[in-house]
């Protein structure tokens, strides 16, 4: 995946775009779809937009997994409320305090499945990094100790 240098973080090219796309989206879809040339479905249009934004952001900087979901988390929040706070101010459309927590159900929804994700995939790489490297003894099968009793039979202790 192609990858640039902005102030010493490595920022992933395909999800910032796809990011910034959706959010010009949105900004056009805040404006247009409430003209009522188009049915609005709105609570649906909150959690789908923010699900796939939230989706997005989270692979946009190549960092862990906690500063990733963190980052996200911070930022589709302020999001969730500034677009509300925006909308009422630029549009004749109202405060609607459910779009907020729609906005939130999107997010969560996809940080959830972006963290779920990202640690599976950092547990494959680890077991893939460490899969052939021998294990200490590995190749015995059984490791014997004289019976300290003073007969001559062997116990074994299977591993």
Do not use: C
Not at 23 to 43: C, E, M, R
Request: aromatic residues 8%.
């Amino acid at each position: 995946m192609q990858e640039i240098q902005l102030l010493g973080l490595k920022i992933r090219v395909v999800p910032a775009a796809i990011f910034a796309a959706l959010v010009l989206f949105s900004g056009w879809a805040g404006l247009y779809i409430n003209s009522g040339t188009i049915p609005v479905h709105d609570k649906a249009q909150h959690v789908t937009l923010f699900f796939l934004m939230a989706l997005s952001l989270y692979w946009v900087l190549d960092v862990g997994k906690r500063k990733a979901t963190q980052m996200t988390l911070v930022v589709m929040l302020a999001a969730s409320v500034g677009s509300e706070f925006l909308q009422s101010v630029l549009t004749t459309r109202t405060f609607d305090p459910l779009d907020i927590g729609a906005n939130v159900a999107g997010s969560i929804v996809a940080i959830s499945l972006d963290s779920w994700y990202h640690g599976r995939m950092l547990e494959r790489k680890r077991i893939a990094k460490y899969a052939n490297v021998p294990l200490a003894g590995a190749d015995e099968d059984q490791i014997g100790l004289e019976d300290v009793s003073g007969d001559d039979q062997v116990n074994t202790i299977a591993r």
